[in-house]
């Protein structure tokens, strides 16, 4: 597997293991009477996807593997700070995310 798709397969499973919202399109065509189709409806919508711990599960054995021997050695309030941390930054990647999601269609 190349470094990019590599790259591509990690991205994919930490957004499907933190969460993330999408736009789903709907368009619905009609026939005119020169028998094109044309677009009669569209409907956008907002669709959030809720975090997968079995995606998340995946990306702490293959990606982080290595910090389940730090956080052995950790006390209890050392825990409760990481997890604070933890929590912030997974915060500011769903807020990254909403932006690029608001962003317009690159398509």
Same mark, same amino acid.
Not at 22 to 39: H, I, P, Q, T, W
Not at 90 to 105: F, G, H, I
């Given at each position: 597997?190349? %470094?990019?798709?590599?790259?591509? +397969?990690? $991205?994919?499973?930490? /957004? &499907? @293991? =933190?969460?993330? $919202?999408?736009?789903?399109?709907? /368009?619905?065509?009609?026939?005119?009477?020169?028998?094109? %189709? =044309?677009?009669? &409806?569209?409907?956008?919508?907002?669709?959030?996807?809720?975090?997968?711990?079995?995606? #998340? /599960?995946?990306?702490? $054995?293959?990606?982080?593997?290595?910090?389940? @021997?730090?956080?052995? !050695?950790?006390?209890?309030?050392?825990? #409760?700070? %990481? &997890?604070?941390?933890?929590?912030? +930054?997974?915060?500011? %990647?769903?807020?990254? @995310? !909403?932006?690029?999601?608001?962003?317009?269609?690159?398509?």
């Amino acid at each position: 597997m190349s %470094e990019l798709d590599e790259k591509k +397969l990690k $991205d994919a499973l930490i /957004k &499907k @293991a =933190v969460g993330y $919202d999408a736009k789903e399109e709907v /368009k619905e065509f009609v026939v005119d009477e020169e028998g094109r %189709e =044309v677009l009669s &409806k569209k409907k956008v919508t907002k669709k959030h996807y809720s975090p997968d711990l079995s995606a #998340l /599960k995946l990306v702490l $054995d293959r990606y982080y593997s290595d910090l389940t @021997a730090e956080f052995e !050695n950790m006390t209890e309030a050392e825990l #409760l700070q %990481e &997890k604070a941390r933890l929590l912030q +930054l997974l915060e500011e %990647e769903r807020k990254s @995310a !909403n932006r690029k999601m608001q962003a317009p269609d690159q398509m």
